[in-house]
């Protein structure tokens, strides 16, 4: 549904997680071994990466303004549980957080993107559509930062047109 770039960084992970539920169609990428493999999830942690996919939408949606339209975990409960560390470069001695390891959980790797995120102060640009049978997930590079749609061509053009017809009814 997106026709904007990437989120940048790690990012780019937390954005492809959101976007693995299609909301309009009920397609979910989890479903397939091809779409749990993109993320190291095993068939035993698919409820728990679901939990925490609907937790960053939640959060996602707040960034733009919006509740989520049904309760879930606080995304802050599910990654108080994911260890990092503080890695240093030898080279030249900048710092950043870090999971422990490369195959690290799902949970822990996203920490990892939140926290690198919120150093770069780049966290809040996530966001989630505002439209409710969309709910993608985007990076907002608006100068002022208040894009509302994933697709201004899609969702920000049924919403004008809604608007529109709201009117002149």
């Not at 909301?23 to 035993?44: P, Q, S, V, Y």
């Not at 549980?81 to 080279?91: F, G, M, N, S, T």
């Given at each position: 549904m997106?026709?904007?770039?990437?989120?940048?960084?790690?990012l780019a992970l937390v954005e492809s997680l959101v976007n693995t539920l299609d909301?309009?169609?009920?397609?979910?990428?989890?479903?397939?071994?091809?779409?749990?493999?993109?993320?190291?999830?095993?068939?035993?942690d698919l409820a728990e990466a679901r939990e925490l996919r609907e937790s960053l939408r939640a959060a996602l949606l707040a960034h733009a303004g919006h509740r989520p339209h049904r309760e879930v975990t606080p995304l802050g409960e599910l990654?108080?549980?994911?260890?990092?560390?503080?890695?240093?470069?030898?080279?030249?001695?900048?710092?950043?957080?870090?999971?422990?390891?490369?195959?690290?959980?799902?949970p822990t790797r996203v920490a990892a993107a939140v926290a690198q995120a919120l150093v770069a102060g780049t966290w809040t640009r996530l966001k989630a559509c505002e439209a409710e049978t969309c709910h993608w997930a985007y990076y907002d590079r608006s100068p002022a930062g208040r894009g509302r749609w994933c697709s201004m061509?899609?969702?920000g053009a049924r919403a004008k047109m809604r608007r529109y017809r709201a009117k002149e009814g």
């Open positions: 997106n026709d904007r770039s990437a989120a940048p960084g790690a909301i309009e169609t009920g397609a979910d990428t989890l479903d397939t071994r091809e779409g749990r493999g993109r993320f190291g999830i095993a068939e035993d990654l108080s549980r994911a260890p990092l560390y503080i890695a240093v470069d030898e080279q030249d001695g900048s710092a950043g957080f870090a999971a422990p390891a490369a195959g690290s959980p799902l061509q899609v969702c």
